[in-house]
């Protein structure tokens, strides 16, 4: 059966002025801390940002990081700095402090209830230098019992996940938590015109199959999740001739014994700098998940 998420329409109430979902991330305490309230986390998510500087090795059609008159560097996070602003956050959040903010007035409290703390940003996270001591200090942060427990979550783009400083990070959370690898294509064709990685932060022969490839050893390892992107390009969408790809590549990675939990299926919904990019309708989405489900048997879920 394939869950279709409509969590905007059952959670907000008609005289909302604002759609919840449309926040972009909003800073709340210091650099390194934002919040966004977002559909596939069902609520509010807690984001650690691993590249202020917005540095990564995609340069996503649909992103919303706007690096135009910028110059990204791979800089390391001040995890110490980071402890008191998460902690700072954290605490600011369970006290409902939230709610006064301008951004979130107009939320529902119901999604202003804490889903988990992101390892995220505005680039790639696995790319951090530092990774390692980024995690080792949230996961720090929860034992302390300081700020109540939360769910961990790393958001990635699966090509560092073989980064030995990243194995070892990923190795430090818990089975409760969790792992969202990103896969967008099903051939490198299709990878190019997307994600279109940057060649020039590695000697990648083909970004797609290191992807593949990391998301099966980690898959073998413990359950993940993949999120996949469906943007509209000029209104059209481009997804249509690379689906039975995508499909033959998923069920690769299930054969061979990636345990892969859940498929999440969605489409841009915040605002980009890439004019082109756009919002496919539910009805297209629902439609791709339906031959996702049916060609791998594989749970999938449409936001």
Known sequence: MIAVESVVRQASPAACARDPFQHSFVPVVGSYVYVVVSPRARGLSLGVNLNPTKYCNFDCAYCEVDRRGCTPTNDPVNVDRLAVELEGALTLIRAGGLASHPEFQSVPRDLLQLKHVTLSGYGEPTLCPNFHEVVETVIHLRASARTGYFKAVLVTNASGLDRPEVVYGVS?????????????????????RINR?????GSWS????????????????????????VPAINSRNPFENELAEYIARLRELKAAGAQISLVQIYSATRPSPHSDCGHLPLNVLTGIA??????TGLHVEVF
């Open 206 to 229: 083909s970004p797609l199959q290191q992807v593949l490839e990391n998301i099966l050893e980690f898959g073998r390892l413990r359950p993940i999740i993949i999120q996949t992107m």
């Open 172 to 192: 430090l959370l818990t089975r409760t938590d969790e792992v969202w690898a990103k896969l967008d294509a099903g051939s490198q064709t299709y990878m190019e």
């Open 197 to 201: 990685p940057r060649r020039e932060t």
């Open 290 to 295: 339906k031959r996702v489900r049916a060609g």
